[in-house]
């Protein structure tokens, strides 16, 4: 059978409940990991199931089946149907007996089965849950409850988990079971059996990892928003982390009580972005084609994109309130920002920790540089046979012995391309070169990220009319800048004497164009 339900946590202030359809033969077990996500609860505390027959009189307890105390009807065997099986039927949800939410249940409707029928399914919805552990300041008044999503924005998002909730892994190892079967000979059923084990078992096992990994960052990820590291740091006292291969910079957001998190840029990419950004030599729309990095943003439920909100919502780990949700993004050059994967988290998880030591220092009295007035940073090094890191001053003559900065910036076209370039005939055809952003990301295939495309355009003075584009990828806006020039060298058989270009460009490619001899209007 499969049953829709009311749901309504009692005893709060504002109305909060849920309406649910279920399968009867879940077990209640079940029906606490439904509860528990349509209330957004973090299964931190016990629960118990209090149930009353309709027009009965008896209460019967059912309980978590590995209570060894506990009296009453086990959870993981008794399923809902059995003791809910009519319109009326009542039962009691009971999470946390420190802070005692009672959730009554009603059976509203008892429907035939239908393979067509989704479940479980939430139906309608009113009001957010407090958060765990927070009975006592709901009572004293020093917490209230943010009332920020609408009814259908919560069946929207509930919904959207339930899809999920068939476990992929089972339908993997069912799926790969039932193939090999068909195709196995008897001599091969011992090397195909194993096989298959070791791949499952494989499979479970980076599943497990990952969790694991992310549960451990959005935990740090708490303990960070906790703790506040932007009371006693500002945006531009950048720390520095000597990650080995690479090197990392943090900048802690939300001294200024607008936007509030963590950045992180990584390598020297990571490094030539923010010294532009933080200098003020860096257009806005140029950042996305630039940075190298990660990052923390703390923003509304609502303003989380969808594959952003489900990475969350595949922890353990819960998050409540407005401006409290973490949205963790990777950067790369060109690329449209992405969810973090394993390797980055746990880079970020690293990060927000040293962010805390570095707000710590700083509340204590240690000085905390502005590397961009200074030329000096607050250093993490490891120790060279504890490993343990530690706390230091360094300035840009580290940065160069790892070589972050280059002189002159960096490569924005290769030796052998400038080589070339000088050896083609030489045209007195002016020509003016821009470049045009786009707001539009391009995915190449299904499965690929996306990334944000520059359109390389070129003018033939004093004509007001393009002759020639080339759409580019991947690549900084100074090297798609000079790839535009080769591309119209290319065409040309020649190399223009003289061209104009955008003036903000002139400290990247000035130094290349005279090493080719070309001479630069810049405009």
């Known amino acids: 059978m499969i049953l829709e339900l009311k749901v309504e946590l009692l005893h709060v202030e504002q109305p909060v409940w849920r309406r649910l359809r279920i399968d009867g033969d879940m077990s209640f077990f079940e029906l606490h990991e439904v509860l528990q996500l349509a209330f957004d609860w973090e299964d931190m505390h016990l629960h118990k199931f209090m149930v009353t027959k309709s027009r009965g009189k008896k209460v019967h307890s059912i309980i978590d089946g590995d209570d060894e105390f506990g009296t009453g009807e086990d959870e993981d065997i008794e399923t809902v149907g059995f003791w809910l099986s009519k319109k009326g039927d009542r039962a009691v949800y009971i999470y946390d007996f420190g802070d005692d939410w009672h959730h009554e249940i009603i059976v509203e409707k008892v429907l035939r089965d239908d393979a067509d029928i989704q479940v479980p399914y939430c139906l309608d919805a009113e009001g957010l849950a407090p958060e765990e552990d927070s009975r006592g300041a709901l009572l004293s008044g020093e917490y209230e409850v943010e009332q920020y999503l609408s009814g259908k924005a919560i069946v929207l998002d509930l919904n959207s988990q339930f899809e999920l909730w068939e476990d992929p892994d089972e339908d993997f190892f069912t799926d790969e079971i039932e193939e090999a079967l068909d195709d196995l000979d008897d001599d091969d059923f011992d090397d195909e059996m194993d096989e298959l084990i070791d791949e499952f078992f494989g499979h479970m096992t980076d599943h497990i990892h990952t969790e694991r990994e992310f549960d451990e960052l959005y935990e740090t990820v708490k303990e960070f928003y906790k703790r506040a590291p932007w009371e006693d740091l500002d945006v531009d006292q950048v720390f520095y982390v000597d990650y080995g291969v690479a090197g990392v910079f943090g900048s802690v957001l939300g001294s200024s009580g607008v936007e509030f998190g963590l950045s992180v840029y990584s390598g020297p990419n990571g490094w030539l972005a923010m010294n532009e950004l933080m200098t003020g030599r860096m257009k806005q729309e140029h950042f996305i084609y630039k940075n190298s990095g990660l990052g923390l943003m703390f923003c509304d439920r609502e303003e989380l994109p969808v594959d952003y909100y489900r990475q969350l919502k595949e922890s353990r780990v819960r998050f409540h309130g407005r401006g409290k949700w973490p949205l963790l993004s990777t950067y790369d050059p060109g690329y449209v920002p992405a969810p973090l994967q394993v390797e980055s988290a746990m880079v970020m998880k690293d990060m927000l920790k040293f962010a805390i030591k570095a707000a710590d220092l700083a509340k204590s009295g240690k000085a905390v540089p502005y590397p961009f007035e200074t030329h000096e ?30 002189e002159g910036g960096f490569k924005v076209i290769s030796e052998e391309e400038i080589s070339r370039l000088e050896k083609l005939p030489k045209t007195t055809t002016v020509y003016d070169l821009s470049l045009q952003f786009s707001n539009d990301p391009v995915q190449e295939k299904e499965g690929d990220r996306p990334y944000l495309p520059i359109v390389g355009l070129v003018k033939e003075q004093p004509a007001d009319y393009f002759i020639h584009h080339t759409v580019l990828s991947h690549m900084t806006p100074e090297q798609a800048l000079m790839q535009t020039l080769v591309d119209l060298a290319d065409k040309l058989g020649q190399l223009p004497e003289k061209i104009w270009l955008p003036a903000e460009f002139e400290s990247a490619v000035g130094e290349v164009m005279k090493e080719i001899g070309v001479e630069v209007v810049w405009v």
Do not use: A
């Open 377 to 406: 940073f607050l250093c993490f090094v490891p120790n060279e046979k504890t490993g343990v890191y530690e706390d230091l001053y360094g300035d840009y003559d580290m940065l160069e012995k790892v070589e972050f900065i280059e």
